[in-house]
T-cell receptor, first 110, second 114 residues
Framework: LAKTTQPISMDSYEGQEVNITCSHN???????ITWYQQFPSQGPRFIIQ???TKVTNEVASLFIPADRKSSTLSLPRVSLSDTAVYYC???????????FGDGTTLTVKP | NAGVMQNPRHLVRRRGQEARLRCSPM?????VYWYRQLPEEGLKFMVY????????ESGMPKERFSAEFPKEGPSILRIQQVVRGDSAAYFC????????????FGPGTRLTVL
């Protein structure tokens, strides 16, 4: 599984757009990029997944450049409830397991 | 449709005792994954199971830890002769098939070893 690197922490204010970038230089051809959100004392929750270019759903967008060596999770207009740890995972859909890095702790301030 | 269920939510054991953690996957899901999370760290994969089969246990410690997912009933993660270093949150996830787009996580079991 490809190793991922994310910032340890980020601060933002309510209403701002937040972009969290993940580096994965050793991503393999068959690897997908998946982001999870985890609140304290809870299990992670799936946010979004993509392979290339841009993916958007009701909660976030995922931008993946052509070389796929990095990806950016974009959260529009964050609120206090978006304060959480965000994990970037890279692997094949058929791997059957995921290795989580240490994640990015996002703190949204009023 | 109930989500992934884990019990107990909190478990306290003394050193040397056994810990049994249970996971009931979402209805219709036949793939179960166990992860361990130490304080201030990310989740570490432990084992991946299908009904009656262990598919990948590369993240499981070689001793004292075992997992099963019987034909009937929940998946069980068993830790024998617990030590203080086993204190962690243990999360179970399920998916409907291998390589599914997402894994659905349970609320976790917090094990404290005194």
């Amino acid at each position: 599984l490809a190793k991922t690197t994310q910032p340890i922490s980020m601060d933002s204010y309510e209403g701002q757009e937040v972009n969290i970038t993940c580096s994965h230089n050793n991503i393999a051809t068959n690897d997908y990029i998946t982001w999870y959100q985890q609140f304290p004392s809870q299990g992670p929750r799936f946010i979004i997944q993509g392979y290339k270019t841009k993916v958007t759903n009701e909660v976030a967008s995922l931008f993946i450049p052509a070389d796929r060596k990095s990806s950016t999770l974009s959260l529009p207009r964050v609120s206090l409830s978006d304060t959480a740890v965000y994990y970037c995972l890279v692997g094949t859909l058929n791997a059957g397991k995921s290795t989580f890095g240490d994640g990015t702790t996002l703190t949204v301030k009023p | 449709n109930a989500g992934v269920m884990q019990n107990p939510r909190h478990l306290v054991r003394r050193r040397g005792q056994e810990a049994r953690l249970r996971c009931s996957p979402m209805k219709g899901h036949s793939h179960v994954y166990w992860y361990r999370q130490l304080p201030e760290e990310g989740l570490k994969f432990m084992v991946y199971l299908q009904k009656e089969n262990i598919i990948d246990e590369s993240g499981m410690p070689k001793e004292r830890f075992s997992a099963e997912f019987p034909k009937e009933g929940p998946s069980i993660l068993r830790i024998q002769q617990v030590v203080r270093g086993d204190s962690a949150a243990y999360f179970c996830a399920s998916s409907p098939s291998q390589g599914s787009d997402e894994q659905f996580f349970g609320p976790g079991t917090r094990l404290t070893v005194l």
